[in-house]
């Protein structure tokens, strides 16, 4: 099952990104556990499975594994949806002594387009540096925002920090 | 026939305790942050030794094109 890794934590795979201490996981939920209810019901599975594991310490909602604490954000969109099906797998050298973890991290595309879509000023710096670091394929960013309905979004964001629109650039060009 | 459009939950519980971390994080003093930033620098060591590796495989299929 598919259950990558996202925010920051995934941001710094493509780029220096910002101080955090807790660690996203966009998970699917079943049809049945989406309907409206709080966080800690919808999870409630999970909990108890890591409770099982001898994880059972929170931090607000976020469960301390291993040092980290853990966010489990449920698919919440179609972009988040596709985002997760999407996710690419990445092999995690922890160090020479402990090998390697296979695990998968959001597509830079999907970070980017997210963090428009959420539009904060955090959101808002990380973007800029992953096209500064030129490190979205720019193609498949636009055909994500194109998609997802984030066109006139994007549109005010180059706007608003004056940066060439990448996506007609490439159009024009 | 129409696709049923899909029910996603609502998340905005685990947004606003997101964002009281967050804000727990600014409060913190200067020496905390600091810590955390050592803390978080070996934690995402991986992915940055990652990252160095796609961008010289990056740098060195660009050299390899070039004219």
Known sequence: ?173 | MKQPETVYPDISDILKAKAERRRDIARRSFGEKIAMMEALRERVAPFKRLREQRRAAKRASASDNAP
């Open chain 1, 1 to 173: 099952m598919k259950r990558p890794i996202a925010g920051a934590v995934a941001a710094h795979n493509y780029v220096e990104s910002a101080l955090t201490d807790d660690l996203d996981i966009l998970i699917a939920l079943e049809a049945s556990q989406a309907r409206p209810q709080s966080s800690l019901v919808m999870l409630g599975p999970l909990l108890t499975y890591l409770k099982s594991k001898g994880y059972s310490e929170f931090q607000r909602e976020a469960i301390l594994i291993e040092g980290w604490a853990v966010q489990f954000i449920p698919v919440a969109s179609d972009l988040d949806a596709e985002a997760l099906t999407k996710a690419e797998p990445v092999d995690l050298e922890i160090n020479p002594a402990e090998g390697s973890i296979k695990t998968r991290v959001l597509r830079p595309e999907y970070i980017v387009a997210t963090a428009l879509r959420v539009n904060r000023a955090k959101d808002r710096n990380r973007i800029i540096q992953f096209l500064d670091d030129e490190a979205v394929d720019i193609d498949v960013l636009c055909d994500v925002l194109d998609r997802h309905g984030l066109g006139d979004a994007w549109r005010a964001f180059c706007r608003r920090t004056g940066i060439a629109n990448p996506c007609e650039v490439k159009s024009t060009s």
